[in-house]
């Protein structure tokens, strides 16, 4: 049974940064798409960021050059780091690979 393990999630001012971290274990088990979506308050879950196997990514397009993606395939592991955060970006963030999802990890901005 695949699990992942979400971290970096809390809260910060506008204008901040966070990086968001995710494991997934067993690491034996072979991912070939990890990433992040986000569930603002009432609103559907969005992708944020995906990251394939072999580095090609995919982003919002309105989240690009404010938020990177970046993975650690030895580890099964991938990073979002946010910057410039806006109260907007605000909401549950939620780690997936390939089919398996996360817990989520709340992100608070406060203006």
């Known amino acids: 049974q695949v699990q992942l393990v979400e971290s970096g999630g809390g809260w910060v001012q506008a204008g901040g940064s966070l990086r968001l971290s995710c494991t997934s274990s067993?690491?034996?088990?072979?991912?070939?798409?990890m990433g992040w979506y986000r569930q603002p308050p009432g609103m559907q879950r969005e992708l944020v960021a995906l990251?394939?196997?072999?580095?090609?990514?995919t982003y919002a397009d309105s989240l690009r050059g404010r938020f990177t993606i970046s993975r650690d395939e030895t580890k099964n592991t991938v990073h979002l780091q946010m910057i410039s955060l806006k109260p907007e970006d605000a909401g549950v963030y939620y780690c997936?690979?390939?089919?398996?999802w996360g817990q989520g990890t709340q992100v608070t901005v406060s203006s």
């Open positions: 997936f690979a390939d089919q398996y």
């Open positions: 067993p690491v034996g088990v072979p991912i070939y798409t």
């Open positions: 990251i394939r196997a072999g580095g090609s990514t």
